[in-house]
């Protein structure tokens, strides 16, 4: 994918706002933030409720990438109660994929797959999830994608 510059203004306490948020999030750059906001915007769906959900984690990173094999580790050991399995397919010499299997609140998966999204070398992360019941007990299929 082609990566294309330019130059953006923004008010002194935007760009403040900016560095923070890059900061919280454990984002590498400027860049790497303004790319995950605007996806963000653009999703149809966001899921920051409380709804219990299922759902995918689908992740590309290159595991040459310094301690990224274990940062990654880490993480889903932090978030353990949130993981029900992790496929782990070996793509060529340097990508790895993983597919994890998760459930839990929304805005929890959505946390967990905001920071494996912003691990150094992960190329790619998207979440989906799905509202696994209604109170009524009833299946309801909702999908959403960030
Ligand atoms: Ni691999």
Excluded: P
Excluded at 47 to 76: F, K, P
């Amino acid at each position: 994918m082609s990566v294309v510059r330019f130059g953006v203004s923004l008010e002194k306490d935007l760009l403040e706002a900016l560095d923070l948020y890059v900061d919280e999030n454990l984002f590498t750059n400027r860049s790497q933030a303004i790319r995950h906001l605007i996806s963000n915007s653009l999703a149809e769906n966001k899921w920051q409720c409380d709804n219990d959900v299922a759902g995918s984690l689908t992740m590309l990173y290159d595991h040459h990438r310094r301690e990224i094999v274990g940062r990654l580790t880490r993480l889903q050991h932090d978030f353990h109660d949130l993981i029900i399995s992790t496929l782990h397919f070996h793509l060529d010499h340097q990508q790895c994929m993983e597919i994890i299997a998760v459930k839990g609140k929304a805005s929890e998966l959505t946390a967990l797959a905001d920071r494996l999204r912003s691990v150094k070398g992960v190329s790619f992360a998207r979440l989906t999830m799905t509202r696994a019941f209604t109170d009524e007990g009833e299946h309801e299929s909702q999908g959403a994608h960030r």
